[in-house]
Antibody, heavy 124, light 110 residues
């Protein structure tokens, strides 16, 4: 079974750093783009960026460029999303997702496999 | 920055047809995708490449495209279809196309 399993919920203070993870299984992790999507409480989906684990080619939405870092460790089939200094406005659910079944190899394909989400709460 | 525009809400009675639109200048050149999201759950892809339906998605879900607008149609709406629906596409400018989601449409089944 193809699946993405994300790390657990986090509660952090403003200014702290954080790295959340997304582990892929059941497929060739290095052969498919894996992206991150933010959903703030009660709000819509926002495409943050995407990485191709095979060569670490990474693309960011202009809205998130410089705000987060996306990386991947192909040796353990895991993608990461990290912040160096969290803000209260980073409070959100974060999903990883991959275009496994219906993609064409493009970084802007639809996501057909999603992780369960990681809730990040930033509060003093 | 590129935007996809959806109506905030659509309401239909069970058995009727719901149509949710998504407008964007680059839609004639870029595929659109549609997701369904129910409360507390991750999104589910219901339409890809404008009008293709993934395996396991009921036939009552269909997609179409006309100029700068794409439409998700749900025929014979059922109570279980009540959810938020999001379109996704990309602009075609710049070195790397900018991927965006529409603002989402809340479908209410009366």
């Amino acid at each position: 079974e193809v699946q993405l399993v994300q790390s657990g919920a986090e509660v952090k203070k403003p200014g702290e750093s954080l790295k959340i993870s997304c582990k892929g299984s059941g497929y060739s992790f290095t052969s498919y783009w894996i992206g991150w999507v933010r959903q703030m409480p009660g709000k819509g989906l926002e495409w943050m960026g995407i990485i191709y684990p095979g060569d670490s080619d990474t693309r960011y939405s202009p809205s998130f460029q410089g705000q987060v870092t996306i990386s991947a460790d192909k040796s353990i089939s895991t993608a990461y999303l990290q912040w160096s200094s969290l803000k209260a406005s980073d409070t959100a659910m974060y999903y990883c997702a991959t275009p496994y079944y219906y993609g064409s190899g493009s970084p802007h394909d639809a996501f057909d496999i999603w992780g369960q989400g990681t809730m990040v709460t930033v509060s003093s | 920055s590129y935007e996809l525009t959806q109506p905030p809400s659509v309401s239909v009675s069970p058995g009727q047809t719901a149509r949710i639109t998504c407008s964007g200048d680059a839609l004639p050149k870029q595929y659109a995708y549609w997701y369904q999201q129910k409360p507390g759950q991750a999104p589910v892809l219901v339409i890809y490449k404008d009008s293709e339906r993934p395996s396991g998605i009921p036939e009552r879900f269909s997609g179409s495209s006309s100029g700068t607008t794409v439409t998700l149609t749900i025929s014979g709406v059922q109570a279980e279809d009540e959810a938020d629906y999001y379109c996704q596409s990309a602009d075609s400018s710049g070195t790397y196309p900018n991927v965006v989601f529409g603002g989402g449409t809340k479908l209410t089944v009366l």
